[in-house]
């Protein structure tokens, strides 16, 4: 009989002395650190977000033939402005049959002609606009590419830190979870648990290491698409962020950022009011084909050795075809009402993909505090309070297990709002329209 009151003494000695030994392993979790931490060259992308769009406006594929095409549109504005090429002739007149001679001395006459074409009407003003407005649009759509790109590399960005936090989350919560399995199978083993309790520590760890193998690979195809985007190769590495990626909205409301949009700030819809105004001088430049254009020239005759004498030249072009310009008429205006509608449709596109995209910016934005403010401090407390009864044991393990999935549930979830919040952020970004 005195030997089970001894034997239960020592029981309660060890239970409390792993209980307390569990507490500051459970209580303390490691700091967090990237997944991806690896040697890059210095000189690599990844560090921040700034970093990312540098290279990416310098480095891009696309960018560069975009800035190569813009380039030569605009070299095509004088071209269009400039006259046409001068025609110049010489003509053999009294060429003998019997001693045929293409020698002007050794022919009847030689006339020597020069002429110029001379577009009227401001025709050349209007093709120097088109050219221009041409350009115009060339530049924006480039710039609206570029916003573009820019969006999907921060996108990228975005996964590619938030891979690497989840990741450390995980690996913080596996270590705490081994060390709780540890504790069970101690407790399993002095007849203080019963062995469901380290089963259930094991289930649990398999199942945050298949979320993390998840996770691994959504950070892996993240980098090959930011590598991609960067025009470098999928297997290149990157800098490890330094922190959260920062990506500020600048406008502070909904209604300002729709009006800054309808005010033409995004380079879409300059490329599309270019392609209006260039649709314009179009149609001009076709109604004043109806008014005859003149060419110019002059002459010279030559007779023998000697200059016999020279002319001058008036041509008068006879717009005669009247059928072909009005259909050339037509379809410059059907082409004016189609450039008109397109601006008005990226008008009425970008209004919509603004309000969807700012809607889900706040949306994870105020999930985010919520977590922050609320559910993370409670899920906190509650494992506290489920630790120190579990030190008393007031809580079986079960209670604990869920204390602490809880309590890392919500900091990942945490995470996975910051993340939407940042993608919302990149797709307002983009939209809002300020040039790179």
């Known amino acids: 009989m005195p030997v089970f009151p001894f034997c239960r003494a020592v029981r309660t000695a060890r239970k409390r002395r792993y209980a307390w030994w569990l507490a500051p392993a459970l209580a303390c979790l490691l700091p967090v650190q990237s997944a991806f931490a690896q040697q890059a060259d210095p000189s690599a992308p990844g560090a921040d977000a700034a970093s990312i769009r540098s290279w990416l406006l310098t480095h891009n594929f696309e960018l560069r033939a975009q800035q190569a095409e813009t380039e030569a549109a605009r070299a095509q504005v004088t071209v269009a402005g400039s ?8 003509a053999l007149q009294g060429i003998s049959p019997r001693h045929p001679s293409l020698f002007p001395a050794n022919v009847g006459s030689t006339t020597y002609q020069l002429r110029q074409p001379l577009p009227l009407w401001g025709k050349r003003a209007l093709a120097r606009g088109i050219a221009e407005q041409n350009a115009v649009a060339t530049d924006a759509n480039r710039n609206a590419t570029a916003l573009s790109l820019l969006a999907q590399a921060e996108a990228a ?45 094991q289930v649990e760890t398999s199942r945050v290491q298949g979320l993390r193998i998840v ?9 090959i698409l930011l590598n991609l985007l960067l025009s470098r190769r999928p297997d290149a590495t990157l800098q490890v962020p330094a922190g959260p990626p920062l990506l500020p909205v600048a406008s502070p409301t909904l209604g300002a950022a729709l009006a800054k949009l309808e005010q033409g700030a995004h380079p879409a819809l300059q490329a ?29 005759m030559q007779r023998g050795n000697r200059i016999d004498g020279y002319e001058l030249m008036l041509e008068v072009e006879l717009p005669l075809q009247r059928r072909a310009l009005h ?9 004016q009402d189609a450039a008109q509608a397109r601006a008005e449709a990226a008008q009425t596109s970008l209004d919509g993909a603004l309000g969807v995209a700012w809607t889900q910016w706040r949306s994870a934005q105020r999930q985010r505090q919520l977590l922050e ?11 506290n309070s489920a630790l120190a009864s579990y030190q008393v044991g007031e809580v079986d393990f079960n209670a604990l297990l869920d204390a602490l999935t809880q309590w890392q549930d919500a900091r990942l979830a945490q995470l996975d709002a910051q993340r939407d919040e940042l993608l919302g952020a990149a797709s307002v970004r983009a939209l809002e329209g300020d040039t790179p």
Do not use: C
């Open 373 to 383: 403010t609320t559910r993370i401090p409670q899920d906190e407390a509650n494992f």
């Open 327 to 335: 259909a050339r008429e037509r379809a410059a205006r059907a082409l």
């Open 272 to 300: 599309a009011q270019a392609q209006v105004q260039a649709a314009q001088d179009s149609l001009r430049l076709r109604q004043r084909e109806r008014w005859p254009d003149i060419s110019v020239g002059i002459g010279a």
């Open 83 to 90: 006259l046409p090429n001068p025609v110049a002739g010489m």
């Open 157 to 201: 960005y975005v996964r590619y830190w938030h891979a690497g936090q989840a990741l450390a989350l995980l690996d913080d919560q596996l270590v705490l979870l081994r060390k709780v399995e540890e504790i069970a199978g101690v407790r399993y083993a002095l007849g203080m648990a019963p062995q469901q309790d380290a089963i259930r520590a």
């Open 215 to 223: 996770l691994d690979d959504g950070g892996k195809e993240a980098t």
